[in-house]
């Protein structure tokens, strides 16, 4: 069946870096395109960026640009999240997603704090 | 950006009745290729989103047809026809017409 799973979360110092991973399964990857969406803790969903299924068009929302960088290994099935720059208001489950959002994975905690 | 707004903020409803949630977009979702890309998640508690209804009404694999979804241009809405135990929690709308996507703030569906 159809699955994504995220990894490398955890906690960060401001202005430190990370890179989120998210893995798909089941279905073929290198013709779908991938987003980013996080959810603040007690709060709603903010979509975050999208890579094309070839890599080729992304697309963030303006709270990250400059910061983070979406990029995919179709050979490894895998879309990633480089962020950089991390400050407080990045707090957050992050959630990879297949396509128009139709598929979501379980999430990976990042906590930015001193 | 789109700006999507959701009413109410919160719905108790009893067992086996039925239950409605509002969507609005701040400009018309129709894209340029005809469709209208306005879904509806639901997510319990804990829980990743999950998908319910894509391009206004039509049901997501394995979703009872007790979920509806109707509406166009810029007003929808999302329909319960009897609600069960296991439809706790939010429900968001989310625009996928334009970049970048945009969510409702969501709606709390619980039990009375």
């Known amino acids: 069946q159809v699955q994504l799973v995220e990894s490398g979360g955890g906690v960060v110092q401001p202005g430190r870096s990370l890179r989120l991973s998210c893995a798909a399964s089941?279905?073929?990857?290198?013709?779908?395109?991938m987003h980013w969406v996080r959810q603040a803790p007690g709060k709603g969903l903010e979509w975050v960026a999208v890579i094309s299924y070839d890599g080729s068009n992304k697309y963030y929302t303006d709270s990250v640009k400059g910061r983070f960088t979406i990029s995919r290994d179709n050979s490894k099935s895998t879309v990633y999240l480089q962020m950089n720059s991390l400050r407080a208001e990045d707090t957050a489950v992050y959630y990879c997603?297949?396509?128009?959002?139709?598929?979501w994975g379980q999430g990976t905690m990042v906590t930015v704090s001193s | 950006d789109i700006v999507m707004t959701q009413t109410p903020l919160s719905s108790p409803v009893t067992l086996g009745q039925p239950a409605s949630f509002s969507c609005r977009s701040s400009q018309s979702l129709v894209h340029n290729n005809g469709d209208t890309y306005l879904s509806w998640l639901h997510q319990r508690p804990g829980q990743p989103p999950r998908l319910l209804i894509e391009k206004i009404s039509n049901r997501f694999s394995g979703v009872p047809d007790r979920f509806s979804g109707s509406g166009a241009g810029t007003d929808f809405t999302l329909k319960i026809s009897r609600v069960e135990a296991e439809d706790v929690g939010v429900y968001y709308c989310?625009?996928?017409?334009?970049?970048?996507?945009?969510f409702g703030q969501g709606t709390k569906l619980e039990i009375k």
């Open positions: 089941g279905f073929t990857f290198s013709t779908y395109g």
């Open positions: 997603a297949k396509d128009y959002c139709q598929i």
């Open positions: 989310m625009q996928a017409t334009l970049l970048p996507y945009t």
